[in-house]
């Protein structure tokens, strides 16, 4: 069995002077943690935060991914940059775990194809359409109001040309009928590499039943997210009142601004211990979501994309990606079969790799 999480923020954190080469108590994602989860591949995404100038959000993906090689170049015992399926078994064979690259936010490949090309030859393998603002490519889910209503012209020749590339068009975080119009113009299978189910939480991040069909219909995989906001509502709510995220915010731009300063990593490491200690939806959560869409589409359109090291709270009991396995244990305990774990473990993104 591989087991890939599609999605974990870990390129910003490494930028943040994360060294993921050893155990560290307060990181989601290290290598040595996903050792211990069994994780046998992880797409580390290039996160690209929205309302960066055209030039600047180019220029800071780029060293997100030149920061990814460098911590590759200093691992070489644990981990490989992987670009399809053949490579990643090849590289589990080695006992060495698998970095695939994403892309978050079409924003950093500006308005040109080019630098498409350009990423995938780097060894980008999905690229996610937007984020948290419209973009040239297509609107996001999060602001109210509608730039395009759905892709953009270059949006549908975006998508055209990561056929042609060979490339996985990514779903998360679009807006509905951006969603729709990628299904309609794709001529390959797409995915959602972190989304969850709207019918169990109302987020509009998730996806609806009839998104989740046209998604299976198309022969992609939602992958679902451990995000408790995204799991379950009503943990929004006490999120908002613990006022926790307010002060947040501040704490980690300072972080962030300076990583070096031990004050400002530990102010925000402070924050996250008291994100942990609120209720939180257990990691049971996320195995209610597979059931759904499971019961909508099957097992063979399903998986497990994270958002780890970008969420800044998990579900209670899986605070890391060391705990991995627990979803797997989950599953057995609700009669899954171990074919049908095998494909929601990685078989079926690794189908579309």
């Not at 211990?36 to 992880?42: E, I, N, Q």
């Amino acid at each position: 069995m591989f087991v890939l999480d599609s999605h974990c923020d870990t390129p910003s954190q490494i930028y943040r002077l994360r060294d993921i080469g050893i155990w560290n108590s307060h990181a989601q994602v290290d290598f040595p943690k996903m050792k211990k989860g069994g994780v046998d591949g992880s797409f580390f995404a290039l996160y690209v935060p929205h309302g960066l100038a055209p030039a600047e959000a180019t220029s800071y993906a780029v060293k997100l991914l030149a920061a990814v090689y460098d911590t590759l170049a200093a691992n070489p015992d644990k981990a490989v940059l992987t670009t399809s399926a053949a490579e990643a078994l090849a590289a589990k064979e080695k006992g060495l775990v698998s970095v695939f690259l994403g892309l978050e936010n079409g924003a950093a490949i500006q308005d040109s194809l080019s630098l498409l090309r350009l990423f995938h030859k780097m060894g980008v393998r999905y690229m996610t359409l937007a984020h948290s603002g419209h973009n040239d490519i297509c609107d996001s889910c999060a602001p109210a109001a509608e730039r395009w209503g759905g892709l953009s012209p270059f949006g549908r020749e975006v998508v055209a040309e990561m056929n042609r590339l060979g490339m996985l068009v990514d779903v998360s975080h679009i807006s509905d009928k951006a969603f729709y119009d990628v299904l309609e113009c794709s001529s390959a299978p797409v995915v959602a590499t972190h989304s969850c189910c709207r019918a169990l939480s109302g987020h509009k991040r998730n996806l609806t039943d009839d998104m989740i069909k046209a998604l299976a219909s198309n022969g992609g995989v939602l992958q679902i997210n451990f995000y408790p906001v995204f799991l379950d509502q009503e943990f929004g709510a006490v999120l908002d009142a613990s006022g926790i995220m307010e002060r947040g915010e501040a704490a980690e731009a300072e972080f962030i601004g300076d990583p070096a300063d031990e004050k400002k990593r530990a102010a925000w490491y402070a924050i996250e211990d008291e994100l942990a200690a609120l209720k939180r939806p257990s990691y049971k959560r996320i195995v209610d979501h597979i059931d759904h869409a499971v019961s909508l589409v099957g097992p063979d359109h399903v998986g497990l994309g994270s958002d780890f090291d970008g969420i800044a709270v998990t579900p209670e009991g899986l605070e890391d990606i060391s705990g991995f396995g627990i979803i797997f244990d989950e599953l057995r305990s609700r009669g899954y079969s171990a074919t049908d774990i095998e494909k929601i473990a990685g078989a079926n993104f690794m189908r579309l790799l």
